[in-house]
């Protein structure tokens, strides 16, 4: 079975602030990670996986196999990343079936 | 292009009845996802098609919940004899398909049974 655990239901910083957001995940297979974001009045919409390794709005996110994480991170959060976020897990190898597993997602507050 | 879209936004049922969701996923996409939000959850998977095909209904609570895709585009997610535990947000999510493809989710139906 998989499984995508978040913690922390809110996380409130001061804009300028650096950000963690903790994603760990149960899987048996090789799995891809990602990470979600609902803005305000929006649909969710893909932020970052983990195969691009990019970084995106300055948010970056490692898979650390040992400690089966995927935390996001952003060394000086701005008032517009205050959103819903949430970890979500496909297999790699369930080919086109590439169903999400999600996290119950974190709120990020970020005040002026 | 426009991205995936869903109707109706919103629906309030009353108990008993049957409902129906109605999904269009962007032109050209062969992989089409219905998932299942409660509130304060993260989506959970209800069912997957690659065109016509269901090919994984594994998540569909129960025998009430029926979808289809009968030409390969427009989906419809059917709910039937409507429970009050049914009251969640339906989201839609549709991808071209191949194994690295991201993704596009709709902005989903909020279902409301009383």
């Known amino acids: 079975a998989q499984r995508v655990t978040q913690p922390e239901k809110l996380l409130s910083v001061f804009k300028g602030a650096p950000v963690e957001l903790k994603c760990n995940y149960s899987y048996s297979g090789s799995p891809e990670l990602f990470w979600y974001v609902q803005y305000s009045r929006q649909r969710l919409q893909l932020l970052l996986r983990h195969i691009s390794r990019e970084s995106i709005k300055g948010f970056t996110a490692d898979l650390n196999k040992g400690e089966t994480s995927f935390h996001l991170k952003k060394p000086f959060a701005q008032e517009e990343d205050s959103a819903m976020y949430y970890c979500a897990l496909s297999g790699l190898a369930s080919g086109a079936n590439s169903k999400l597993t999600f996290g119950k997602g974190i709120t990020l507050s970020v005040r002026p | 292009g426009a991205g995936v879209s869903q109707s109706p936004r919103y629906k309030v049922a009353k108990r008993g009845q049957d409902v129906a969701l109605r999904c269009d996923p962007i032109?050209?996409?062969?992989?089409l996802f219905w998932y299942q939000q409660a509130l304060g959850q993260g989506p959970e998977f209800l069912t997957y098609f690659q065109n016509e095909a269901q090919l994984d209904k594994s998540g569909l609570p129960s025998d009430r919940f029926f979808a289809e895709r009968p030409e390969g585009s427009v989906s419809t997610l059917k709910i039937q004899r409507t429970q009050q535990e049914d009251s969640a947000v339906y989201l839609c999510?549709?991808?071209?398909?191949?194994?690295?493809?991201?993704?596009?989710f709709g902005p989903g139906t909020r279902l409301l049974v009383l």
């Open positions: 032109s050209g996409h062969v992989s």
């Open positions: 999510a549709s991808s071209s398909g191949s194994l690295t493809e991201t993704q596009y």
